[in-house]
């Protein structure tokens, strides 16, 4: 038992650094509230889909910002959907990242853009490595026989 | 000489004497033989003599008389026995005439004096006759005249004609010296000359009114001879002529109050004039009674005129009066119509005029929230949104009350659900009073019903205005709100005087207290609180918004919604109780599929909310997908997921309660979905609702949902509590317009 609590006690911590950190907000709270014994693995689902959502959303903008003339509504448009995700699932940096993306994308900047593309493939290169180290101390809880603590 | 048988007189024919007897013999025979024929003459002329055959044998008897007469002149010389024979017979039958005529005489001449008896009565009593026929000619002509006299009294209502035509056709017929008026004067004290026949302008005389005389006149109803000597009648100096006899009679003053209908005007009134009349100098004419009465029927109908004439000549004065008055009215009501309508311009265009900077500061000031900004940038903004909510609010205020004032605000009446008014307001006020550190707790009556029609909006705005000022005005401690229906014997409290609810079926009074543990109202001020702007001492020292106008408005409402508000308190620091009640109606019979449509919602949201409520989720956005559809599966709903608005369109059916979609992507026609969801579902209550998950709450996403016909607008991230409060919402009301 002292190592399910200590684990806990990780977890939670973990989970408060990146609250504080501004990786996660309030949104990703939510979605672990609905996590309940009908869907206990719906916060990993949602998260994948998040990243196989990113990395396709961003490899699109890398292309079309490579292109001589660049379409950037269509870029505007994948920042908008990657925006839209990342609040689904309360990343916030990713988030804010977006909407400064998106008013370059608005003023037809190119560096601007590709300045925060950048940005973005970093965000989320680090949330996924966070996300997936909370999601493994999720796992080894629930090995050890203790119950994911509920954050408030 | 010889023996000629002849008769010798006995005197010598040459006696003196004897001559002297023959020349009369003579005379009377001739008188004997003119006198019958000048009766035959006479006789003859007339034409009437009923005793004919007496005639005969008086004319007998005087022609043998005269025969007599006659043949005696032959006497008187010598004369044959023939003559004497003669003379013989006709001296016979003469005396049998004479004797029967004197016996006839005897039965005549009874009758003949008799004819003369006759003749004297049936003379006296002509002259009787012709008397009473003068007196009866004369009473005709007396009461022709008061016919004429009444009828030109009565054909004016001048008062002034009136008496001058009295006046006037009485001295006229009756012969009159001078007649006069004495009219009490205004103190009743005194009679006052006030019009004569002769004179034109009666200088102002005056006898005090309790003189004997005078009072004997007043006490009777009959005219009354009285001394010419008497102050009344000495008008008229007669000088050293003997005055003629003077008669007065009373002429009652009679006033409206006089005519009953039940009773004859009794002579009740104290006011009398005098008429005065006086019959010509030096004659020897007297009052005859005929004459009397007409001087007494006269002075009824005078009296009768003059109260015509007295109440005509009122009447005209109040019609007059009254018409001006009408026009006076007239005017005003117009300046009136004119001052509300420029009033009522005016506050439009202010109106419009003020609420169109207010909008774009309040629209510019949300907009500058949702963009980045520092902290101090950020709570300057919020300043500044508050403060001009706060603006425009009472902007509407204003408005309200003005169009509140001149009655022309109505309620909107409809059914709506009680306890979820409450539950509102307790929402709204809970943040407020939690910041505070104030408790707020809600008792709602069991046996309030559940629906109730009224004007929702605006008793809300009661109740939170209201409970507002409780928690305004309260530092720490507790609010109570309770409400519960009104019972008949509670309906009549002391506090409410003028206010007299009547219970009835088809509607009840809502009684609702709010009680605080503030700084309480002294009582001399409460009846100030409701008036509009004024602000108490100790209200005026905290910073209280909406410029007093708030309860002023709550108890228009109240009174629009035909009830009563007032608020109780013991003092200050004691905290204090506002208490209103309001009639509200009992909804008859609830929409059968319009309940069908609303699951009841229990207070207590557990996880399983809405259990096999059908929503469609429509999101091109993989993650936002996946995440609405967890809040939704999680609140217990059957989820569907379309990717694309084809999908969406094929999919969608009538089973489907909800349909969620993005609306915000570019590129995407949420809208167009929307309305071709529309024209597909016809019917309302087949018609899925429609919301919208959007990005962006600006006024132009929210017009546009709006126009295409979505329920509702909610904006991105979604949390659990605010999806439930939101389906919760929109499946009671069926429409949700905004949620944050």
């Known amino acids: 038992m002292d190592v399910v609590n200590q684990l806990q006690r990780q977890f939670l911590d973990y989970s408060a650094s990146l609250h504080r950190e501004g990786f996660l907000d309030d949104q990703f709270t939510q979605l672990q509230k609905l996590q309940d014994e009908n869907s206990p693995d719906f916060v990993v689902e949602v998260a994948s889909l998040f990243f196989e959502d990113c990395e396709k959303l961003i490899n699109n903008m890398a292309r079309a910002l490579e292109q001589q003339g660049v379409d950037f509504k269509q870029v505007d448009a994948s920042v908008h959907q990657l925006k839209g995700s990342s609040s689904s699932i309360g990343a916030m940096r990713v988030k804010n990242v977006c909407i400064a993306f998106r008013s370059f994308c608005e003023a037809q900047n190119r560096e601007g853009c590709l300045r925060c593309l950048q940005q973005v493939t970093h965000e989320y290169s680090l949330l996924k490595n966070k996300l997936q180290t909370l999601f493994r101390l999720e796992q080894q809880i629930l090995a050890a026989g203790g119950s994911v603590p509920a954050i408030e | ?740």
């Open chain 2, 1 to 740: 000489m010889d023996s000629c048988n002849c008769i010798e007189p006995q005197w010598p024919p040459d006696d003196l004497l004897m001559k002297y007897q023959y020349i009369s013999d003579f005379f009377i025979a001739l008188a004997y033989f003119s006198i019958p024929l000048e009766l035959i003459y006479f006789v003859k002329k007339s034409a009437v003599f009923p005793y004919r055959w007496v005639l005969v044998q008086f004319g007998a008897f005087i022609v043998l008389c005269g025969a007599t007469h006659l043949i005696n002149l032959w006497t008187f010389t010598m004369h044959s026995r023939t003559v004497a024979m003669v003379m013989a017979t006709a001296k016979v039958f003469t005396a049998a005439v004479s004797c029967i005529t004197a016996l006839m005489l005897v039965h005549i001449i009874p009758d003949l004096l008799s004819v003369k008896t006759r003749e004297l009565f049936l003379k006296n009593k002509a002259a009787e006759l012709d008397r009473e026929m003068g007196l009866i000619r004369t009473q005709e002509e007396t009461g022709r005249h008061v016919r004429m006299l009444t009828h030109e009294i009565r054909s004016t209502l001048d008062r002034h004609t009136i008496l001058k035509t009295t006046l006037v056709e009485l001295g006229r017929t009756l012969a009159l010296e001078e007649c006069a008026l004495w009219m009490p004067t205004r103190t009743g004290l005194e009679l006052q000359l006030s019009y004569t026949l002769r004179q034109q302008n009666p200088v102002g005389y005056t006898v005090p009114i309790h003189l004997p005389v005078i009072n004997q006149v007043f006490s009777s109803s009959h005219a009354v001879k009285i001394s010419p000597n008497c102050p009344v009648a000495s008008i008229h100096p007669s000088g050293k002529y003997t005055p003629g006899e003077v008669v007065a009679v009373r002429v009652p003053l009679l006033h409206l109050s006089n005519f009953q209908i039940n009773d004859w005007p009794e002579l009740s009134t104290k006011r009398y004039a005098l008429m005065v009349l006086m019959l010509p100098l030096d004659s020897a004419r007297h009052w005859h009674v005929h004459e009397l009465e007409l001087v007494e029927v006269v002075a009824d109908q005078v009296a009768v005129a003059l109260s015509h004439a007295a109440i005509l000549e009122e009447s005209m004065r109040a019609r007059d009066l009254l018409m001006e008055q009408n026009v006076a009215l007239d005017l005003a009501r117009r300046e009136a119509e004119t001052a509300v309508r420029a009033r009522n311009d005016f506050l439009a265009v202010m109106n419009h005029e003020m609420r169109t900077p207010m909008h774009a500061i309040i629209a510019l000031s949300s907009l500058l929230q949702e963009t980045e900004l520092t902290p101090e940038q950020r709570l300057m903004v919020e300043t500044i949104l508050k403060s001009s909510n706060l603006l425009s609010t009472l902007i509407n205020d204003v408005l309200d009350l003005s169009r509140l004032e001149d009655g022309s605000l109505q309620l909107d009446l409809g059914t709506f659900n009680l306890c979820a008014v409450f539950k509102e307001v307790l929402n709204l006020i809970k943040p407020i009073a939690s910041v505070k550190k104030l408790h707020v707790s809600l008792n709602l009556a069991p046996d309030l019903p559940e629906y109730a029609v009224g004007d929702e909006k605006r008793l809300m705005q009661t109740i939170l205005n209201v409970v507002g000022n409780a928690v305004k005005f309260s530092k720490d401690g507790s609010i109570s709100i309770t409400a519960f229906v009104a019972k008949a014997e509670l309906l009549r409290d002391s506090q409410t005087t003028e206010f007299f609810p009547v219970p009835g079926d088809n509607h009840f009074y809502l009684r609702v207290q709010v009680k605080d543990s503030g700084i309480g109202v002294s009582p001399q001020d409460i009846p100030k609180l409701f008036t509009k702007f004024a602000q108490t001492q100790s209200t005026a020292i905290r910073n209280s918004g909406g410029g007093g106008l708030g309860l002023a408005i709550c108890k228009r409402f109240v009174n629009l919604m035909e009830g009563h508000i007032w608020i109780e308190s013991e003092g200050l620091g004691k905290g204090c109780t506002a208490i209103f009640m309001v009639k509200l109606g009992i909804p008859e019979r609830l929409n059968e599929s319009e309940l069908a449509f609303m699951p009841k919602v229990p207070p207590n949201h557990g996880p399983t909310a809405f259990p096999g409520l059908k929503v469609l989720v429509m999101d091109e956005n993989g993650v936002s997908r996946k995440v609405t559809k967890g809040l939704l599966v999680h609140l217990g709903c059957d989820v569907t997921m379309v990717s694309s608005s084809e999908e969406c369109l094929r999919v969608v059916s009538n089973e489907h309660k909800v349909v969620f979609m993005d609306a915000c992507a570019p590129g995407m026609d949420g809208y167009e979905i929307a309305v071709c969801i529309h024209e597909k579902f016809t019917k309302r209550h087949e018609r899925p609702i429609i919301v919208a998950l959007t990005g962006n709450t600006d006024k132009v996403t929210k017009e546009n949902c709006m126009r295409v016909g979505m329920d509702g607008v909610i904006l991105k991230p979604v949390s659990l509590d605010k999806m439930r409060s939101v389906l919760s919402d929109l499946l009671e009301h069926r429409v949700l317009f905004e949620a944050i």
